[in-house]
């Protein structure tokens, strides 16, 4: 029984550390964004791409990553996601161009949507019902106090250290995550072993997504982007048709 306990309490910190460094993050590049525009004497419309990029990947792999861990364990993926993340923030430390961020942003994007299709979870894993709720609370308090933090922390190292040293702070943040995940982190979950791969179903959600929320982020740029926006719409609604109709669905819209 103690044992259990000590379990679920080394799983949830090493959740709530990975949340409040993804959090802290993203809610404190904002901030930097001005000083990396000026650096690299992007315009504002490019660098805000280094948002953007970051949310558009995040969410167009969110599902397939979540539908994969599932299929091969939540914990390698949680991992893996958690080590490529630490890895492009340090490696934006080194950029030379506003490009060069925004790729590793993305890449940070995507190692991000393997960190957050599968926290939670872990988490309603390793907790039994009972006490599942607090488990989960205590993990959406840390990602606000991320969210709340980052803005003021970030805006201070942003003025007096300049914008890399969020991304070294975050990488300290990411190794800690990284270590506790490696220490404390044990066992393996896995959603629905056995369970089939939904390649159409992820390319016509990837797809749709890629194409809507492009074609919204450019509508004002693009004469094109209507159109964009009017496929993303088709793909999506060709991604519901199917998944009603399959099935090992990566969405269970049945629910």
């Not at 803005?151 to 250290?161: I, T």
């Not at 990284?178 to 629905?192: C, D, N, Y």
Request: charged share 10%.
């Amino acid at each position: 029984m103690t044992d259990d306990i000590n379990k679920q309490r080394t799983t949830l910190f090493t959740v709530m550390i990975t949340s409040f460094m993804t959090t802290f993050m993203a809610s404190s590049i904002n901030l930097a964004l001005p000083a990396m525009g000026l650096e690299f004497g992007s315009s504002a419309v490019l660098a805000s791409w280094a948002i953007t990029g970051y949310i558009l990947t995040s969410a167009i792999f969110l599902l397939p990553f979540g539908c994969l861990a599932d299929m091969y364990g939540r914990q390698n993926f949680y991992r893996l996601g958690t080590i490529l993340y630490t890895f492009f923030t340090l490696a934006t430390v080194i950029s030379n161009s506003m490009q060069m961020v925004i790729l590793f942003r993305l890449l940070q994007g995507l190692s991000s949507a393997m960190i957050f299709s599968t926290g939670m979870a872990i988490l309603s894993s390793a907790y039994p019902p009972q006490t599942r709720g607090r488990a989960l609370g205590y993990s959406v308090a840390v990602t606000y106090l991320g969210l709340t933090i980052g803005p003021v922390l970030g805006g201070m190292m942003n003025h007096y250290l300049g914008w890399r040293s969020i991304f070294f702070l975050t990488t300290l943040l990411g190794l800690g995550a990284v270590t506790a995940i490696q220490l404390w982190l044990r066992g393996e979950w896995s959603g629905t072993p056995g369970k089939k791969f939904d390649v159409a179903g992820s390319l016509l959600y990837m797809s749709g997504l890629l194409a809507f929320l492009y074609g919204l982020s450019s509508i004002s740029d693009s004469q094109w982007s209507p159109y964009l926006v009017l496929l993303g719409i088709a793909f999506l609604v060709g991604f519901v048709i199917w998944e009603l109709r399959i099935d090992y669905p990566i969405l269970q819209l049945h629910l």
